[in-house]
């Protein structure tokens, strides 16, 4: 017989989750805030993409394409890529998601690293698996770590290129070296989201490994560079028998229409995603110099955040510097979850609130 104490419950594992928790917004009493701390693009979206939600608003009484034509078409053109290959989703999360969901289970487990994004862990433990975490060196993926890691339960290796919150990021010739040596039965996953940033000549995003192999997928994301954050748009680019699995189990409609017409005007306008790849590496440049010369340690990065590590020093912690910066409405991720205790992620923002950032941290830094 039921009581009034006893309730549905979990399957086990679930509760033993930490859930995500996304940069903070807001800071209290400050009149002016800038928000640094989500890795969003300061350009905004292409207004072509912009134009293309507003006539998508005027049919909201219909139903989305299921198959994101359009989007994927675009996707495809784009990048010169076979449309088959390609499926979209309510960003990248939820691809990494149904990849955990459609390869994994109790039993298995799927290797993460150090300092990967945070989701990888949550959605290998929302199927049922273990995530097994490898050291990274200096902040960097450590291939070597990874393959040690590998046993028989291994069925997945995540692994985030660039890297977040690092912005490090591994050259291609590793990625082979890492593919090659896997077992042909596990899937390497390439979380490509801010490979539109890089400007390396030794860097790959994935696709060429994709086309050459059947146990390795490619991930990317709309809400970086694109500036569609707020649509949710991701997208997979996988060998055709995944992509026919992830299908089974997507939801019919799992993207709306007004992502699926804007995604598509966005990636069209490789002119404006082109200035915003100018626009990042002139202030990567400037802020890694101008943050290292007011005695901070700032990791290497190639993407559009740099990854600020701060003294161990009574007063001068990266805690401490967080509230000050909050105070001044200047708002930076703080990346404790990610095994980074006395860091600040700072994404690279408008002109004025790079500057403020700069001179905030040099009055920190110049306390007492």
């Known amino acids: 017989m039921s009581t009034d104490l006893e309730s549905p ?18 800071a209290p ?27 998508a608003a005027g049919q909201l009484e219909r139903y989305p394409d299921g198959q994101a034509i359009e989007l994927r078409e675009a996707i495809a053109a784009v990048h010169g890529l076979n449309i088959a290959n390609i499926l979209c989703g309510n960003g990248s999360d939820e691809l990494l998601g149904l990849l955990c969901h459609v390869y994994l289970g109790p039993g298995d487990e799927a290797i993460i690293t150090e300092h990967g994004f945070l989701v990888y862990r949550i959605q290998i433990m929302a199927a049922g698996a273990a995530p097994v975490t490898v050291p990274e060196t200096e902040h960097r993926v450590d291939v070597d770590a990874i393959l040690a890691a590998v046993t028989p339960k291994t069925k997945m290796v995540f692994i985030a290129n660039p890297g977040n919150p690092t912005g490090t990021y591994v050259p291609v010739a590793e990625i082979r ?9 596990v899937l390497l996953v390439l979380d490509a989201a801010y490979a539109e940033y ?16 059947r146990n390795v997928v490619m991930t990317r994301t709309f809400s970086k560079i694109y500036g569609l954050a707020a649509l949710r748009i991701g997208w997979i680019y996988a060998p055709p028998a995944i ?18 017409a804007a995604g598509a005007a966005a990636i069209r306008d490789q002119a404006f995603a082109a200035d915003a790849v100018e626009y990042n590496l002139r ?23 740099v990854l600020i590590h701060f003294p161990d020093e009574d007063g001068r912690r990266a805690a401490e510097a967080d509230d000050f910066l909050t105070a001044r409405g200047l708002i930076l991720r703080a990346v404790r979850g990610y095994g980074l205790p006395n860091a600040l992620r700072l994404s690279i923002g408008p002109e004025e609130a790079n500057l403020a950032v700069v001179a905030a941290l040099a009055e920190f830094m110049g306390r007492g």
């Open 283 to 305: 202030w990567l440049g400037r802020l890694t110099a101008e943050l290292e010369a007011i005695g901070l340690t700032v990791t290497p990065s190639v993407a559009n955040f």
């Open 9 to 26: 419950s979990p399957r086990a594992g679930i509760l033993d989750i930490a859930a995500y928790v996304p940069g903070k917004e807001h």
């Open 29 to 55: 009493g400050v009149a002016k805030v800038y928000k640094l701390s989500s890795n969003e693009t300061p350009l905004g979206a292409s207004p072509k993409a912009i134009e293309a939600f507003g006539r």
């Open 198 to 213: 890089v400007r390396r000549n030794d860097y790959e995003a994935g696709i060429e490994l994709v086309s050459a192999n």
């Open 177 to 185: 070296r890492l593919q090659a040596a896997l077992p042909k039965s």
């Open 243 to 260: 992509i026919d699995a992830l299908n089974r189990v997507r939801g019919p409609f799992n993207m709306n229409a007004p992502a699926i």
